[in-house]
């Protein structure tokens, strides 16, 4: 069975600080990783996939993760934190059918000025 | 309209009322997804649809009731709800390709229910 765990459910950061958001998986065959982003009253954005084609994985927003086999991670980080990063972000991993996605119980970032 | 569209945005219903959620998606795609999003919870898939058949219940009580009467909208029939089923409710399109796996799923808004 696949999970996915999300270390850390709240996060703060400085703005202009390193982001680094967590995300460990359970996968008995080659995953694929998903990173989503949900502001306040909205529905999820994909930020990035990891779909096996390079393990470091560029997205939207200056966000980026690096698929770690050995590890079982695929952790987002974003060099510069900027106030309208502020939301709660989710890890998912699909490898069954029908493109299900099992979901990170999520990581709520605070940026402070 | 773009993406996925949900309606209503916001929904406040007593216990013995019957409402209805809609999703819509403008993608092109074939597969639709609702899914329940409670405070302290993760998100929980509920119902998958594949080119309008249902493949998945994931156990879901049966005062939900989906509808897909075609692959771009997806309907959710609510009744004799209970106050514990207020949550964020999510509704989501992809492309299922043969052979696999791989492919995003794009979400719509939601439907914020509050159940008195």
């Known amino acids: 069975a696949q999970s996915v765990t999300q270390l850390g459910s709240h996060v703060s950061v400085s703005e202009g600080a390193l982001v680094l958001l967590r995300c460990n998986y359970s996968s008995s065959v080659p995953p694929y990783l998903f990173w989503y982003v949900q502001y306040p009253n909205q529905g999820l954005q994909l930020l990035l996939k990891y779909t096996s084609a390079a393990t470091l994985v560029k997205g939207i927003n200056g966000f980026e993760a690096e698929f770690k086999k050995s590890e079982t991670s695929f952790h987002l980080t974003k060099p510069s934190a900027h106030m309208s990063d502020a939301a709660e972000y989710f890890c998912?991993?699909?490898?069954?059918?029908?493109?299900?996605?099992?979901f990170g119980a999520g990581t709520r970032l605070a940026v402070h000025p | 309209e773009t993406g996925v569209t949900q309606t209503p945005r916001h929904l406040v219903m007593g216990m013995t009322n019957k409402k209805s959620l809609k999703c819509e998606q403008h993608?092109?795609?074939?597969?639709m997804y609702w899914y329940k999003q409670s405070a302290k919870k993760p998100l929980e898939l509920m119902f998958v649809?594949?080119?309008?058949?249902?493949?998945e219940n994931n156990s879901v009580p049966s005062r939900f009731s989906p509808e897909c009467p075609n692959s771009s909208h997806l309907f959710l029939h609510l009744h004799t709800l209970q106050p514990e089923d207020s949550a964020l409710y999510l509704c989501?399109?992809?492309?299922?390709?043969?052979?696999?796996?791989?492919?995003?799923?794009?979400f719509g808004p939601g439907t914020r229910l509050t159940v008195l």
């Open positions: 993608l092109g795609h074939n597969a």
């Open positions: 649809y594949n080119f309008k058949e249902q493949t």
């Open positions: 998912a991993v699909s490898t069954g059918g029908y493109n299900k996605l099992i």
């Open positions: 989501a399109s992809s492309s299922i390709i043969a052979g696999g796996p791989g492919n995003e799923q794009f």
